[in-house]
T-cell receptor, first 107, second 113 residues
Framework: RKEVEQDPGPFNVPEGATVAFNCTYS??????FFWYRQDCRKEPKLLMS???SGNEDGRFTAQLNRASQYISLLIRDSKLSDSATYLC????????FGKGTRLHILP | GAGVSQSPSNKVTEKGKDVELRCDPI?????LYWYRQSLGQGLEFLIY????????KSGLPSDRFSAERTGGSVSTLTIQRTQQEDSAVYLC???????????FGQGTRLTVV
């Protein structure tokens, strides 16, 4: 089983809709979780950390479910500028990336 | 500087030449990482440093690749006798400690012709 698994998509979503991604991980000892976004031909950029209690940053909500070993990202009222690849990331000594989920917001 | 800085931003080299890529991490960050990404592909781990030591070199593709970090700051990734399959974007990231948020530089786009 891969360390981090994500649905590669693409998710084609109309502007204004709500979209959610999940990511599953195999190492139950993983402690730190993050979502990054990567635009085409750009470096990954930190979107938000993911905490056990769940956390929200504007239109973005991240959740961690340790029992089922998955994290999720919810984007509300999606904007055209949200179009990107969203990377699920675990931290131990290395930075462990999922392959990413591609999101296209349609006008 | 405020962020991770990589140089050069672009490098075109002839097959068989050596190249050196540089990464300046965020000041005070003890952990430094090198990844590479081919067009349309995911991120491939190369090596990471904690301070000046490299506990995990498992991602280096061959013995043509080496990296060092001095003074707990700047790191260089050296590729000897470059091959066309080395063409990729080489990304550097740093974090304050091993489990905290990591921040990426803009990468070096290497093209081997």
């Amino acid at each position: 089983r891969k360390e981090v698994e994500q649905d590669p998509g693409p998710f084609n979503v109309p502007e204004g809709a709500t979209v959610a991604f999940n990511c599953t991980y195999s190492n139950s000892a993983s402690q730190s979780f993050f979502w990054y976004r990567q635009d085409c031909r750009k470096e990954p950029k930190l979107l938000m950390s993911v905490y056990s209690s769940g956390n929200e940053d504007g239109r973005f909500t991240a959740q961690l479910n340790r029992a089922s070993q998955y994290i999720s990202l919810l984007i509300r009222d999606s904007k055209l500028s949200d179009s990107a690849t969203y990377l699920c990331v675990l931290r131990d000594d290395k930075i462990i990336f999922g392959k990413g989920t591609r999101l296209h917001i349609l006008p | 500087g405020a962020g991770v800085s990589q140089s050069p931003s672009n490098k075109v080299t002839e097959k068989g030449k050596d190249v050196e890529l540089r990464c300046d991490p965020i000041s005070g960050h003890t952990a430094l990482y090198w990844y590479r990404q081919s067009l349309g592909q995911g991120l491939e781990f190369l090596i990471y440093f904690q301070g000046n030591s490299a506990p995990d070199k498992s991602g280096l593709p061959s013995d043509r690749f080496s990296a060092e970090r001095t003074g707990g700051s700047v790191s260089t990734l050296t590729i000897q006798r470059t091959q066309q399959e080395d063409s990729a974007v080489y990304l550097c990231a740093s974090s304050q400690t091993a489990n905290t948020e990591a921040f990426f530089g803009q990468g070096t786009r290497l093209t081997v012709v």
